[in-house]
């Protein structure tokens, strides 16, 4: 090879290197080129769906792109959720994960955990509510741990399946009391409403639900909400407290929705993201849409929910393993 073709070799490569530092900000400015799959784990017509929906129509807004919201449901999240993961990390493939990324993996059903995607916004939570028969004798949450910690497996709860999150939520909520989970036994049903339904006609004692799952016997006065499992009261439900300050415990979870990623998106596509994200966030369409629903709205960036996520993951560990759920790490 003479000097004169090294050389020219050599400045080619130079000038690569440059193009590619020079390509990113230009590739998240054109980005996207292309229609974008939004991935959902769960049915249509749900709450993950509608909130989907909702996103991807305002992110079409924002990208001058559609917005293909796809159904992938099946083994309990899993499906769904693992498009998203063994997606092309272009930016293409995006979707909604749920609060079930940080439970299926300990009950064995998968392999994927929080860490397993680009995590790109948190947009919404909605913990549970502590709700009794409005004809009981619990006037307020103190009452009723009170009966529990002097009764314990008298009362029984329910609001969803076996190992769901509010099942766990009752367990973390008695964990934190200093309570085994079978002070207070679980009884599976096929969500919130039917739940609510047995607790009206005295069936089961508490239902652990979202207060917006709860809102119609609440309105009819045949249940009431005691406290949240939240940092501060929702604005919906203001006079509803948290647990903290019903009874001094601080201990908070709820059932979430995010957008993510699959693993190693690149970083000026996920901030762009992010970006968009945020506006979408913070818009009176989204806002004026998910609280005509009762959902709540929370905001993290992609930091901040990995974050988020990865204290939910060790702490549905805490709650899975304290109900005997746990079948993996």
């Known amino acids: 090879m003479t000097d004169f073709t090294r050389r020219h070799l050599m400045a080619g490569a130079a000038g690569l290197g440059l193009a590619s530092q020079l390509s990113a900000p230009a590739i998240a400015q054109s980005f996207p080129a ?8 769960w049915g249509a017509g749900g709450g993950t769906d509608a909130t989907a929906r909702i996103v991807g129509s305002l992110m079409e807004k924002e990208f001058g792109q559609p917005v293909n919201v796809v159904n992938r449901t099946g083994g309990s999240g899993v499906v769904g959720h693992s498009a998203i993961a063994t997606g092309a990390p272009d930016g293409y493939t995006i979707g909604m994960i749920t609060v079930e990324i940080s439970m299926m993996h300990w009950q064995g059903l998968t392999q994927l955990k929080p860490d397993s995607y680009t995590p790109l916004a948190l947009m919404n939570e909605d913990p549970p509510g502590v709700q009794v028969s409005a004809s009981g004798p619990y006037k307020d949450l103190k009452t009723l741990a009170d009966f529990i910690k002097a009764n ?19 367990v973390g909520w008695l964990g934190a009391m200093g309570l085994p989970a079978n002070a207070v036994p679980w009884v599976p049903s096929n969500g919130a409403a039917p739940a609510m339904q047995d607790l009206a006609a005295g069936g089961i004692d508490i239902v652990t639900c979202s207060v917006p799952e709860a ?27 948290t647990l903290k300050e019903a009874i001094g415990v601080d201990y908070t ?49 992609g930091a901040g929910f990995a974050k988020f996520m990865d204290e939910g993951n060790t702490a549905m560990g805490v709650a899975m393993k304290a109900a005997g759920l746990a079948r993996q790490a």
């Not at 229609?35 to 959902?40: A, N």
């Not at 045949?222 to 006079?239: E, G, H, T, V, Y």
């Open 34 to 41: 292309r229609p974008i799959t939004l991935v959902v784990p």
């Open 152 to 170: 314990p497996g008298k009362l029984k709860a329910s609001g969803t399946g076996q190992g769901g999150i509010w099942h766990l939520a009752l």
């Open 215 to 241: 809102k119609a016997m609440l309105d009819a006065g045949r249940a009431k909400s005691l406290a949240i499992m939240a940092a501060a009261r929702n604005p919906q439900f203001a006079d509803v407290p």
């Open 253 to 301: 979870v709820g059932a979430w929705r995010g957008i993510a990623a699959p693993k190693n998106l690149p970083a000026p596509i996920a901030e762009r993201y992010t970006s968009v994200l945020k506006k979408i966030n913070e818009s009176k369409e989204f806002r004026d849409f998910m609280s005509a629903r009762g959902f709540g709205v929370k905001w993290a960036d």
